[in-house]
């Protein structure tokens, strides 16, 4: 099992920064790819942004030049630095990895953070 334990959300001005942080505490298994997506009400989860295990990204356009992720694989932790924070990018933001335990691959969710960037 894996368990994911997020932190760092809250209410930044637009303007703002804010870092969030996931720790995977895990048993026998190991953590491949981390990412962080984001949801609002009525909508479909969205990529934010994803990091592998050898530190490749990938991150949505519409935070591309503001928002950072890294991971410190000692850890198995995954930050996201967000910047330059928009009122659009107010959401749920949710912590994901892939785990792999016995050459199989599984999928495990944090249980969100709130973030709320105000205009």
């Known amino acids: 099992q894996v368990q994911l334990v ?12 804010l870092r969030l942080s ?3 505490r895990s048993s026998g298994f190991s ?41 410190d694989n000692a850890k198995n932790t995954v930050y996201l630095q967000m910047n330059s924070l928009k009122p659009e990018d107010t ?12 050459a199989r691959e599984y999928d495990y969710w944090g249980k969100g953070t709130q973030v709320t960037v105000s205009s």
């Open 31 to 71: 953590i491949n790819a981390m990412g962080w997506y984001r949801q609002t009400p009525g909508k479909q989860r969205e990529l934010v942004a994803i990091i592998t295990s050898g530190s490749t990204t990938n991150y949505a356009d519409s935070v591309k030049g503001r928002f950072t992720i890294s991971r």
């Open 6 to 17: 997020e932190s760092g959300g809250g209410l930044v001005q637009a303007g703002g920064s």
């Open 22 to 24: 996931c720790a995977a």
């Open 91 to 102: 959401a749920v933001y949710y912590c994901n990895a892939i785990a792999v335990f016995l």
